[in-house]
C-alpha cells in the first residue's frame, strides 16, 4: 500500500465550478500535512499546510481527519490557473524527517 | 521566488557517459534534495543532505551519487549513464530547523535526462 495515495484524475471542470480532491495516508505517526502545486512540466510549489481544525485560504479550504487518515482539498470558483496538479504531502519523522509526495490528482478547468 | 538554480535544464547523453547535474541555492538552507520523476508519476526522494559533508540516501534505491562541499552546491553524478536513467531530476531545499521550515521545501526547475 503506497504512503500517500490520491485519485489521479483528471478532473476536468468548467469555470466556476467547485472540486475537491481526497489523499489518504497510510503512516497514522504522520506529523504535518500539506498541498503542493504542480504545473505541466514544472517545479512543485507549497499551495497551503493543513491543519487538524481545517483551514481556508481565499477559495481554496482544506481539511484533516486523523482518524480516518484523510485529507482533502476544495476549490471553489475554479479558474482556469487553477488547472495543475495538486500534490498530496505528509511529513513525519521529527527533525530528521522528510516529506512523502503522493503521485498528484491533475485537475483541467475549460472556458 | 524562490533561489535554487538547476543546470542543465535539458540534457540528451550516450550510454556510458559521466554527468553531473548541478544544483545551487542562494537561501543559506541547510538542508538539500534530490529528486527523480517520471512523466505523470510522483516524486521519488534519491538523495539529501543536512548540512556540509551529510549526504544520505532516499527512499528510491538510486545508482546516482551526491556530495555536500558547500552548503549552497548539492551536485548529483552519473558514472556511466543508462537509458533506465532516463528522467526528470529535481533539487529542492528547506530550512532545518522551525516549525515551518523543516516542511516548506523550494524546488528548483529540474534537468530534463535523456539517455540515449
Known amino acids: 500500500r503506497k504512503e500517500v495515495e490520491q485519485d489521479p484524475g483528471p478532473f476536468n471542470v468548467p469555470e466556476g465550478a467547485t472540486v475537491a480532491f481526497n489523499c489518504t495516508y497510510s503512516?497514522?505517526?504522520?506529523?504535518?500535512f500539506f498541498w503542493y502545486r504542480q504545473d505541466c512540466r514544472k517545479e512543485p510549489k507549497l499551495l497551503m499546510s493543513?491543519?487538524?481544525s481545517g483551514n481556508e485560504d481565499g477559495r481554496f479550504t482544506a481539511q484533516l481527519n486523523r482518524a480516518s487518515q484523510y485529507i482533502s482539498l476544495l476549490i471553489r470558483d475554479s479558474k482556469l490557473s487553477d488547472s495543475a496538479t495538486y500534490l498530496c504531502v505528509v511529513y513525519y519523522g521529527g527533525s530528521q524527517g522528510n516529506l512523502i509526495f503522493g503521485k498528484g490528482t491533475k485537475l483541467s478547468v475549460k472556458p | 521566488e524562490a533561489d535554487i538554480y538547476q543546470t542543465p535544464r535539458y540534457l540528451v547523453i550516450g550510454t556510458g557517459k559521466k554527468i553531473t547535474l548541478e544544483c545551487s541555492q542562494t537561501?543559506?538552507?541547510?538542508?538539500m534534495y534530490w529528486y527523480q520523476q517520471d512523466p505523470g508519476m510522483e516524486l521519488h526522494l534519491i538523495h539529501y543532505?543536512?548540512?556540509?559533508?551529510?549526504?544520505e540516501k532516499g527512499d528510491l534505491s538510486s545508482e546516482s551519487t551526491v556530495s555536500r562541499i558547500r552548503t549552497e552546491h548539492f551536485p548529483l553524478t552519473l558514472e556511466s549513464a543508462r537509458p533506465s536513467h532516463t528522467s526528470q531530476y529535481l533539487c529542492?531545499?528547506?530550512?532545518?530547523?522551525?516549525?515551518?521550515?523543516?516542511?516548506?521545501?523550494?524546488f528548483g526547475p529540474g534537468t530534463r535526462l535523456t539517455v540515449t
Open positions: 529542492a531545499s528547506s530550512e532545518l530547523g522551525g516549525s515551518r521550515g523543516l516542511y516548506e521545501q523550494y
Open positions: 503512516n497514522s505517526a504522520s506529523q504535518s
Open positions: 537561501m543559506g538552507h541547510d538542508k
Open positions: 543532505s543536512y548540512g556540509v559533508n551529510s549526504t
Open positions: 493543513v491543519y487538524s
